[in-house]
């Protein structure tokens, strides 16, 4: 892959650094001030930067290598995790207005004041081992292997690379840094990714010649509920589920929707993150088919499906666009890090040291976030050596991981939202026993060899995954419903304005001036889009 990039194609790549380096010098000179411009960017965000930064922190490693890999081959059906644009514009439309009436920093305070301090506690302390454990490392991991691939160097320079660069503006710059440099990561991917798959399909013979190459049916997304591996409704069912979880209540994404100036900065910011949501299918699923397409004529080689999109750039682009789409896929793995970065720091800081001092001076707290951020830091590369000793089957658990986690804070988040009736009894008791199931489930998937077949034990470790979080969520929601009805109801002036049924006369106001007719017109272009792209991926 080294030889492949010429001295025109480091040149692109140096510029682009420069540049980024510059935008974050410019941030950094910015100050912060107090926790509010360090964590949130001083909530003074407008809606392109919200939705680019939704976008850029969203693509990262897995989409780079697996989205890609997963065009050249035949796990069509995991493009339905790339649909979920229309979940983006559930955060902005229904969850959003709840978060920012709460004048919350996080998505655990935000359940301390709709449910219990304990609540909070969970789920702070949860979130930042879940974080260090997957995120950081699997990041980290991936990032260095798609760096030291890319540039052709060892895999310890480019991994250190990334995380040290990226470690040093999130620490100086804060959120402001992480926001304003995603925005120009955003612009460098959409334009290095889109120019790949446009020369790739013409290289291929044009769209019709791709299709009839793989054949149609190498399309279909959509499996048959007998299928072992994808089948069709477990896989709509539970990718809702996840995507609920992942885009609508976890701080890594929610987060930036918080920067906005206000509310009506904050939806757009998530309409726009959803038609940006909507371009990975082309800019990484497509170049995979085309790949996989150009091998199946000779004109291509490679191993793996996940050399199958630097093996397209090596073969179609022309040197100085190489550099350029190197410098995007960098991008992506440089904003995915600062965000879990920032995001670690941020629930470090607001949900745990400030709770337990709560005098301490809003500039110290800003420290405290630079330290935890540094700490993070440290963390992930230490962590690196357990990444490459663990076995790619254990990458691949870490991977799916989230749709065991998923079940028990969807139903939390959800419930909670819609129904004022569901109190904190309710939401500790699904997250406890959701964490119970989950580790349960785990143990028993990494041991299933030694279990005997037929047996209940075996049968839970070897369910499909999909199916086994779908059941995992019906016993989430009844967990957290009949545990609420058998106990007391919360008090009307605790949940005022965070469910649906408890916003006054002037909250419905201010949530109605905060749209307007265009807004609701380019979210239902978005649903549109993915519509037509489930139709048209049906063989």
Not at 298 to 326: I, Y
Not at 510 to 522: C, G, L, M, Q
Request: with cysteine.
């Amino acid at each position: 892959m080294s030889s492949s990039l010429v001295t025109l194609d480091w040149i692109v790549i140096a510029a682009y650094f420069l540049v980024l380096l510059g935008v974050a010098a410019w941030v950094i000179l910015q100050k912060n001030k107090n926790t509010e411009d360090y964590f949130l960017a001083g909530r003074n965000v407008g809606w392109f930067v919200v939705g680019a930064s939704i976008f850029a922190s969203n693509i990262g490693s897995e989409h780079v290598v697996g989205l890609a890999g997963t065009g050249a081959s035949d796990k069509m059906p995991l493009l339905i995790y790339e649909l979920h644009a229309w979940v983006v514009l559930m955060l902005g439309w229904l969850f959003l207005p709840f978060y920012q009436r709460a004048g919350v920093f996080t998505m655990p305070e935000f359940l301390e004041k709709r449910f219990s301090p304990s609540a909070r506690w969970f789920l702070s302390i949860f979130s930042l081992l879940a974080y260090v454990m997957t995120k950081v490392s699997v990041t980290i991991y991936a990032g260095g292997i798609v760096i030291s691939t890319l540039l052709g160097i060892e895999f310890w320079t480019g991994a250190l690379a990334t995380v040290i660069l990226t470690g040093v503006y999130t620490v100086l710059g804060g959120m402001r840094a992480v926001v304003y440099t995603e925005t120009l990561q955003t612009v460098v991917l959409l334009l290095g990714a889109g120019t790949l798959t446009f020369m790739g399909l013409n290289a291929v013979g044009g769209w019709g010649e791709l299709k009839t190459t793989v054949s149609p049916e190498y399309f279909d997304m959509w499996r048959p509920l007998s299928d072992p591996d994808f089948p069709w409704f477990p896989l709509v069912v539970t990718s809702t589920i996840v995507g609920i979880w992942y885009w609508c209540t976890d701080q890594y994404i929610v987060q930036r929707t918080l920067t906005a100036k206000n509310l009506k900065e904050g939806r757009r910011g998530t309409i726009w993150g959803g038609f940006l949501k909507l371009t990975p299918v082309f800019l990484f699923l497509i170049p995979g088919v085309i790949s996989l397409a150009l091998k199946m004529k000779g004109e291509l080689d490679w191993d793996t499906p996940d050399q199958a999109f630097p093996a397209l750039m090596s073969k179609v682009l022309p040197a100085g666009v190489r550099g350029l789409v190197a410098a995007g896929l960098m991008a992506a793995l440089m904003s995915s890090l600062a965000s879990v970065f920032n995001s670690c720091s941020t629930l470090f800081t607001v949900d745990i040291y400030k709770k337990l001092r709560p005098d301490t001076p809003e500039k110290r707290l800003v420290n405290i976030g630079q330290i935890a951020t540094g700490f993070v830091v440290i963390l992930g590369i230490l962590w690196i050596p357990v990444m490459q000793n663990i076995s790619g089957v254990l990458y691949e658990y870490l991977q799916s991981v989230q749709s065991y986690i998923a079940p028990p804070i969807t139903s939390v988040f959800l419930l909670g939202i819609f129904w004022k009736r569901i109190n904190a009894r309710g939401a500790i008791t699904t997250l406890i026993v959701g964490l119970i199931i989950a580790a349960v489930r785990l143990i028993l998937e990494l041991n299933k060899d030694s279990l005997t077949p037929g047996t209940f034990l075996h049968t839970i470790g070897d369910t499909n995954f999909l199916i086994f979080a779908a059941w995992m969520f019906l016993i989430s929601v009844l967990v957290t419903v009949g545990v609420s009805l058998a106990t007391p109801p919360p008090s009307e002036k605790q949940i005022q304005g965070l469910a649906f049924g408890t916003l006054t006369p002037e909250q419905k106001a201010e949530n109605k001036e905060s749209y307007n007719v265009w807004d609701i017109v380019a979210s239902l272009a978005v649903v549109a889009i993915v519509a037509y792209i489930m139709i048209s991926f049906n063989g």
